[in-house]
């Protein structure tokens, strides 16, 4: 019991580190892609950009749920 506590803790401890990093990383690019805008860069090129916001997005929330699943989910699946 003990031990699977900590390995939840340990694992939402990592969950929180990938999905802040990939909300930095996309925070980034966003700006990038402001700056891409007002100096009139290419589209093709803004669009990668903004493809590449969405993935570290998507990358984001997918950890979230996973985490949610494995912690949440399974505390709210055990008490009905």
């Given at each position: 019991?003990?031990?699977?506590?900590?390995?939840?803790?340990?694992?939402?401890?990592?969950?929180?580190?990938?999905?802040?990093?990939?909300?930095?990383k996309?925070?980034?690019?966003?700006a990038?892609?402001?700056?891409?805008?007002?100096?009139?860069?290419?589209?093709?090129d803004?669009?990668?950009?903004?493809?590449?916001s969405?993935?570290?997005?998507?990358?984001?929330?997918?950890?979230l749920?996973?985490?949610?699943?494995?912690?949440c989910?399974t505390?709210?699946?055990?008490?009905?």
């Amino acid at each position: 019991e003990i031990i699977g506590f900590f390995n939840i803790i340990f694992n939402m401890i990592i969950s929180k580190d990938k999905i802040q990093l990939n909300i930095k990383k996309a925070m980034g690019t966003l700006a990038k892609v402001q700056k891409m805008i007002d100096d009139d860069v290419y589209c093709a090129d803004v669009a990668h950009q903004i493809n590449a916001s969405m993935g570290l997005l998507q990358s984001a929330n997918r950890e979230l749920l996973k985490n949610h699943l494995s912690c949440c989910g399974t505390k709210a699946l055990s008490s009905e």
